[in-house]
């Protein structure tokens, strides 16, 4: 099977578009701790509610918008979020739109919430809230899928990062803790929040001084700006998205987007490398090297060089713990490799075979032959791949991990960057463990991977996010090559 090269490294863009979305989104509403819910009804002002809309503009172009709504439902309330977007992704237009509806006690703590994404491939994802539980299903016209996520603390629905603001008070200095969960990727985790200064900014034709907020998530900063009553008037995220507050009517206007999602956060690259490298150094800058994973397996770093050798499957064997084994056999919320219907093609596909390595390559031909390579905005869960047979490299990625675990086979998901054509573009891809870590490719047909592969990090779509903190800042020099 052979696919152009822009498609081939069409890679995890969505999941890096959607996390930076999230962060977004989630900063009108996340999750607080650090407050008692009951100190909300006193900050809450009037502006706050009802309907807000605003438009997503990325570099300059407008690509979709948002509405908002917070209003009273019995003895709560319901807070509402529609995000509707048009992205070209490899010169294809692709539309996406998310639902979310959050449902609060009258302490304004949340009860449940309901979110769609209506793409490639719909999804659905309801959250209800019991004690410090979190039970959350996932459905797919595929599937479905359940998992109780443990809590730190009893969650609180923040209508707004901007009640927290207002209740410490909107003066340059101050900083401040808060937790969000984000329900594509259900983790929760801290967004650190600090107002910087105060600008003039104009929003809806008007031009007026806004306090600045800056916020970091997972490495990644945004930036908010809201008037002194709470208003949001603009946001910033990484990527170079941009919601700016409109009337509904401006608002919903979407045009035609010209810039390419892939081409725009490729990294251009100063050698040219030949179509099977088996070994290259760069030099690495620009980033934050603290939480990535460069060490390791093929991977060498050492203060910014990294060196990456393509395995030889003639090895010495390495070691792995029993509890890495186990975690790289786990069935999860999206690589489901317990699902009867993984196990059951697994076996079809692995015919019996004792020896894990030439189980391993057998898998991975099956995936590469008969899962059609096309540019996908989904959050890719395995069985719904195994149904739909479509997908880029996140989809073949997920549905191999599953199928490798369910035949044994302890597998990760390694994310990073790949080399074509003077670029190193964004990219998914698993490596398995047989004596040894080795990177294989079904997406590009490569068993083991070439060594113009940098992974990052590794892990599902709750270790993803994490990258956001090197898009659009990562710079790569090579030095070598083999």
């Known amino acids: ?40 009804k006193a900050v809450i002002p009037d502006e706050l509610l009802g309907e807000q809309w605003m438009g997503v503009y990325y570099k300059g172009e407008k690509i979709g918008y948002a509405g908002r709504k917070i209003e009273k439902k019995g003895e709560g309330y319901k807070v509402s979020e529609r995000l509707k977007m048009r992205l070209n992704v490899m010169d294809t237009q692709k539309e996406i739109e998310t639902i979310t509806n959050a449902f609060l006690d009258s302490g304004l703590r949340l009860k449940s919430f309901d979110f769609a994404l209506k793409s490639d491939a719909d999804m659905t994802i309801r959250g209800r809230v019991k004690d410090k539980d979190l039970n959350v299903e996932i459905e797919t016209p595929g599937a479905k899928s359940e998992k109780v996520i443990r809590l730190k603390d009893a969650p609180a629905l923040n209508l707004s990062v901007v009640p ?23 983790t929760q985790e801290n967004m650190f929040i600090e107002v910087t200064g105060k600008e003039p900014i104009t929003a809806m034709g008007i031009k007026q001084d806004a306090f600045k907020v800056k916020g970091v998530f997972k490495g990644a900063e945004f930036f908010m700006w809201l008037t002194e009553k709470g208003e949001v008037l603009r946001e910033e995220s990484p990527m170079g998205f941009t919601l700016i507050k409109e009337s509904k009517e401006n608002a919903m206007r979407i045009e035609r987007p010209s810039l390419d999602l892939i081409a725009q956060v490729a990294v251009p690259f100063n050698l040219r490398l030949p179509h099977d490298t088996n070994y290259l150094k760069v030099r690495l800058s620009g980033i934050d090297f603290k939480g990535l994973e460069l060490e390791g397996g093929r991977q060498h770093f050492k203060g910014n060089m990294l060196e990456i050798r393509k395995e030889a499957l003639s090895y010495q064997p390495s070691a792995i713990s029993l509890k890495h084994q186990e975690e790289y056999l786990e069935d999860t919320m999206f690589v489901q490799s317990r699902y ?49 047979k479509r997908g880029d490299c996140n989809e073949h990625t997920t549905l191999y991990a599953a199928l490798a675990r369910a035949a044994g086979i302890p597998t990760r998901i390694a994310l990073g960057l790949t080399y074509k054509d003077g670029f190193f573009y964004y990219h998914a891809w698993p490596e398995i463990f047989v004596k040894q870590w080795i990177a294989v490719d079904p997406t590009l047909g490569q068993f083991p991977a070439d060594a113009a592969h940098i992974r990052l990090i590794t892990g599902d779509m709750d270790k993803q996010a994490q990258i956001l903190s090197v898009v659009g800042k990562i710079k790569i020099e090579g030095m070598e090559y083999k």
């Open 340 to 388: 009867p219907q993984i196990i059951s093609m697994a076996k079809e596909i692995v015919k019996g075979e004792k020896d894990k390595l030439k189980a391993a390559r057998l898998i991975y031909e099956w995936v590469y032959k008969n899962i059609e390579k096309v540019p996908a905005i989904t959050i890719p869960m395995a069985t719904e791949v195994l149904k739909t």
């Open 1 to 40: 099977m052979t696919i152009s090269g822009r498609k081939i490294s069409y890679a995890g863009i969505f999941i890096f578009w959607f996390v930076t979305m999230a962060v977004l989104l989630f900063g009108h509403y996340g999750l607080n701790q650090n407050i008692a819910p009951a100190a909300y």
């Open 164 to 186: 927290d603001i207002l209740k410490q008070g909107l003066k340059t200095g101050r900083k401040f803790t808060m937790a969000i969960i984000d329900p594509a990727t259900l």
